[in-house]
């Protein structure tokens, strides 16, 4: 196809659930891409020289070499290549925020819009689920050596495919009750089916990896005991699931205040919460937006995020604020709570303060500064703060790892080795909270280290 042709292609949309269609269920929202679509949209890819959408994707997938791919139908092989970086291809083509990754980087984003690469490695993950083709490469014969993998999010699963499909035997332990982490208890069904993800766990236990839920190390299980019990080496992927607190006077006394992971751990396990008829979110990243969707379509109809900074510098992605709003949320920028007010230890209101923008931080973010006498108030049943995530170390005083005045593991930058040879970490639990890709990027890293360690070459 001549270049001029291909420029001439617009992005191509997948097909969505109506906003009124979704509001009564969980149902995924986006349905991607069917055959016909996904090799239109193939074809707007200019097969650069020099790929900069390389450079953009974390874990550096070989993109314009499976769309290359793609376009000769050849979907198994297009697949195949993706697999070679990617643990987890279903999973990162759903979730990741390719605005600022992969698509950010297209060299068509300059003019016109990105190529749609997420949505093309969901059509292929989705071809080969569909088409009931195993999603994982042939496993190596077992070399006798055991691997315990501590947490069963993104970094943990990507720890386990790596070190299995080299001949480890790999356990992941996971103190919820379900495997996947974040993945499971934090992203909503209807922007990650849960059948995506038994399809990568299936993938994981064809390649003998043993997964045991509800055990917590520290706890259940020590450092030491995985030792004694014959593991060469553990992988520490224990996330950032502790909710950082808004900072107001009552938070944690007052009924209807609570957190946003929490309140999702909660309600993606089957448990239900009354929030009210009036729900406030503070918060303008994904895990604000979620919390506002899992209200909506828990029932509860009235709902505002509030978000300090203006749309612009929101963190959650584009798609995500367009779902929301659409969904009927109201957002309401350059706001911060101020003051809980409640009766009889209930919330029943609380006190903001408009913002505005000033100097631009280390970040690259205008800070925002209140507003001396714009308070006002707001009535509100619930206030669930998702202003961001800690690490809670394991709690294990027989192997004392080294942590940071952060609480994230110390690790060497490029081994990802802790202070004790032969545990490694990697994930939110390193870097704070991050992405899926970060933290597979992670994992994949962390792998090839402790891989090495074992084998004695470092
Ligand atoms: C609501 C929400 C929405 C998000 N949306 C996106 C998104 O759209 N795109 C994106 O890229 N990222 C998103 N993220 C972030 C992403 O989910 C995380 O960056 C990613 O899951 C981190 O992976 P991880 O493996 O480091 O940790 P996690 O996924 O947090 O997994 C850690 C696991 O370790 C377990 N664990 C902890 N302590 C112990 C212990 N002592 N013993 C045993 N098990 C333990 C935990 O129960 C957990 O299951 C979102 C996060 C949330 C909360």
Redesign the pocket.
């Known amino acids: 196809m001549h270049i001029r042709e291909q420029l001439a292609i617009p992005r191509q949309l997948p097909r969505e659930l109506d906003a009124e269609e979704r509001l009564d269920n969980f149902d995924e929202v986006s349905k991607g891409f069917d055959e016909q679509t996904a090799l239109v949209e193939a074809n707007r890819c200019l097969q650069c020289r020099k790929p900069p959408c390389i450079m953009g994707c974390p874990i550096g997938n070989d993109i314009p070499r499976f769309i290359a791919l793609m376009r000769e139908r050849k979907f198994e092989e297009a697949y195949w290549t993706i697999r070679e970086t990617s643990s987890m291809p279903s999973i990162?083509s759903?979730?990741?925020?390719h605005e600022f990754q992969c698509e950010g980087a297209c060299i068509r984003a300059k003019k016109d819009a990105p190529v749609a690469i997420g949505l093309l490695e969901r059509f292929l993950a989705d071809w080969m689920i569909i088409n009931g083709k195993n999603l994982s490469p042939r496993c190596a014969p077992k070399n006798g050596l055991k691997v315990a993998i501590?947490?069963?999010?993104?970094?943990?699963?990507?720890v386990a495919h790596a070190l299995s499909h080299r001949g480890y035997n790999c356990t992941i332990?996971?103190?919820?009750p379900?495997?996947?982490?974040?993945?499971?208890?934090?992203?909503?069904n209807y922007?990650?089916p849960r059948n995506i993800i038994g399809a990568e766990l299936y993938a994981l236990q064809q390649c003998g990896v043993n997964v045991k839920t509800g055990?917590?190390?520290?706890?259940?299980?020590t450092l030491s005991e995985l030792r004694e019990q014959g593991y060469s080496s553990v992988f520490?992927?224990?996330?950032?699931?502790k909710s950082k607190r808004l900072g107001l006077d009552g938070e944690n006394s007052t009924k209807g205040v609570m957190s946003?992971?929490d309140y999702?751990v909660k309600v993606l396990t089957g448990h239900e919460i009354a929030l009210g008829d009036r729900v406030l979110v503070v918060g303008g990243?994904?895990?604000a937006?979620?919390?506002a969707r899992v209200a909506l379509r828990s029932g509860w109809k009235n709902v505002s995020i509030l978000y300090r900074r203006t749309r612009d510098e929101m963190p959650?992605?584009k798609m995500?604020v367009h779902h929301v709003e659409e969904e009927g949320v109201d957002l309401q920028f350059l706001t911060t709570p101020t003051r809980i007010i409640s009766q009889n230890g209930q919330l029943t209101g609380v006190e903001c303060i408009r913002m505005e923008l000033g100097e631009v931080d280390i970040t690259g973010r205008c800070v925002p500064r209140p507003q001396p006498g714009s308070e006002f108030i707001i009535e509100a049943d619930a206030l669930i703060g998702?202003v961001g995530?800690k690490v809670?170390?394991?709690?294990?005083a027989t192997v004392p790892v080294e942590i940071t005045p952060r609480g994230t593991y110390v690790v060497d930058p490029v081994t990802l080795q802790t202070s004790v040879d032969w545990i490694f970490a990697?994930?939110?639990?390193?870097?704070g909270?991050?992405?899926?890709?970060?933290?597979?990027c992670?994992?994949l890293d962390a792998a090839e280290s402790m891989h090495r360690y074992m084998q004695g070459l470092i």
């Not at 759903?94 to 925020?97: D, E, G, K, L, N």
């Not at 501590?150 to 990507?158: E, H, K, L, R, V």
């Not at 379900?178 to 909503?188: A, T």
């Open positions: 990162c759903r979730v990741c925020p501590i947490g069963s999010g993104p970094a943990g699963i990507t332990f996971e103190s919820l379900v495997f996947g982490g974040m993945l499971s208890v934090g992203i909503p922007r990650l055990i917590t190390v520290g706890q259940d299980l520490l992927g224990i996330g950032a699931y946003g992971v999702l990243g994904n895990v937006i979620d919390v959650a992605s995500e998702a995530q809670i170390p394991v709690h294990d990697g994930g939110d639990t390193v870097l909270p991050q992405t899926v890709a970060k933290a597979v992670q994992g």
